[in-house]
């Protein structure tokens, strides 16, 4: 009886066993497989995979709210306008005058070479433009007269104020005279002269405007223009300390004087030919260092322009003996018009029919 109970409990421990190991099967399938996905996980994906996968994506993304962006668009929202043109601004009453007053300087000129100036617009002229800008340039000949423009320390001499330019409402209002009232100008402030030296300045001046192939159009750039100058300075005439007797000054950045300032209209007037003429010789005199001008010497100095000097350069002009008051200064010129048709066989031959204005009608 004792040998049988062995078989017995072999058979039943057979379906016992069957589970263990089917425990252990499972168990090490699972694990196999964990193995596995971790094994691919770490697996580098393929480049192809991943942007193909991206792009998908990404198109998606893209083409759904363009979709939805065009139903709103068309269906609840109208076209915008078409854009504007943006609109002027509006002149103010002092822009307006300035206006006015350059467009009177134009066709005074224009008439007056043409010899069609009448005696109403002449006289109109002279009281509307002419003569409220002459006592604003004889101001500007003398340092007492202009003092108020630099506040100058009676006691200590320091400057309370250092401009940059000149300003003035009156001289700021035109950019020019016009050559007719120009010469009127110089004459009347003795700064005008005719004499035997103005044709060789006039050759001088044409030269440098061939040597710069300037071409002869209706309204040239200041930078293309030239001033001839000649002139002299030193303790007295018989001890010349400088002198030059022949120099074409163009657009230039000659070291700057604190009387000799340009006047603002449009547009920046510093590096004009003429001012910088006048500009040439005081960089060669010795400044008073309290001062700042040239008190002690004596000179001369004769500018020619080969255009109608601006506003800015005739007031230059003025201001030469408020740093210079021992020197003297002459000045001559040709309107564009005279100095264009010698550059090129294709400018217009322009001759001036009028005489020069009297100084007083």
């Known amino acids: 009886m004792r040998q049988g109970m062995p078989g017995r409990q072999s058979a039943s421990a057979r379906p016992r066993a069957a589970l263990r190991w089917l425990l252990v099967a499972s168990a090490v399938a699972a694990t196999s497989t964990g193995l596995i996905s971790w094994a691919l996980g770490t697996l580098p994906r393929t480049p192809a995979f991943v942007l193909g996968k991206g792009a998908i994506e990404k198109k998606a993304v893209r083409l759904l709210p363009c979709v939805v962006q065009r139903k709103i668009w068309n269906a609840d929202n109208p076209r915008p306008p078409p854009a504007r043109p943006?609109?002027?601004?509006?002149?103010?009453?002092?822009?307006?005058?300035?206006?006015?007053?350059?467009?009177?300087?134009v066709a005074v000129e224009l008439l007056h070479w043409h010899g069609k100036l009448g005696g109403t617009l002449d006289r109109a002229f002279r009281k509307c433009v002419y003569k409220p800008v002459l006592p604003r340039l004889l101001r500007l000949t003398d340092r007492k007269a202009s003092a108020d423009d630099f506040r100058v320390d009676e006691k200590t001499g320091k400057f309370g104020m250092r401009p940059s330019r000149v300003h003035d409402q009156v001289l700021e209002k035109q950019f020019t005279l016009?050559?007719?009232?120009?010469?009127?100008?110089?004459?009347?402030?003795?700064?005008?002269?005719?004499?035997t030296w103005i044709p060789m300045a006039k050759l001088v001046g044409r030269r440098e405007l061939h040597a710069l192939e300037a071409w002869p159009e209706d309204d040239p750039q200041a930078k293309e223009l030239v001033a001839w100058s000649s002139g002299w300075a030193g303790p007295s005439a018989e001890d010349m300390r400088v002198?030059?007797?022949?120099?074409?000054?163009?657009?230039?950045?000659?070291?700057?004087?604190?009387?000799?300032?340009?006047?603002?209209?449009?547009?920046?007037?510093?590096?004009?030919?003429?001012?910088?003429?006048?500009?040439c010789l005081l960089e060669a005199c010795p400044m008073d260092?309290?001062?700042?001008?040239?008190?002690?010497?004596?000179?001369?100095?004769?500018?020619?322009?080969?255009?109608?000097?601006?506003?800015?350069?005739?007031?230059?002009?003025?201001?030469?003996?408020?740093?210079?008051?021992?020197g003297g200064i002459k000045v001559s010129f040709d309107a564009w018009k005279q100095t264009r048709r010698w550059l090129s066989e294709d400018a217009c031959d322009e001759r001036p029919i009028a005489e020069p204005i009297d100084i007083e009608e």
């Open 243 to 279: 002198i030059f007797r022949d120099r074409a000054v163009g657009h230039n950045d000659a070291k700057p004087v604190i009387y000799i300032l340009p006047v603002f209209v449009d547009h920046d007037r510093t590096a004009h030919a003429e001012r910088q003429a006048l500009l």
């Open 289 to 326: 260092p309290k001062t700042e001008g040239q008190d002690t010497w004596v000179g001369q100095i004769r500018v020619f322009a080969t255009h109608t000097p601006c506003i800015s350069c005739l007031s230059s002009m003025c201001q030469f003996t408020r740093a210079f008051p021992g």
């Open 178 to 195: 016009g050559y007719a009232f120009t010469d009127v100008a110089l004459e009347h402030m003795g700064r005008r002269e005719d004499a």
């Open 86 to 105: 943006p609109r002027e601004r509006k002149q103010t009453d002092l822009e307006k005058q300035a206006d006015a007053i350059v467009h009177a300087v």
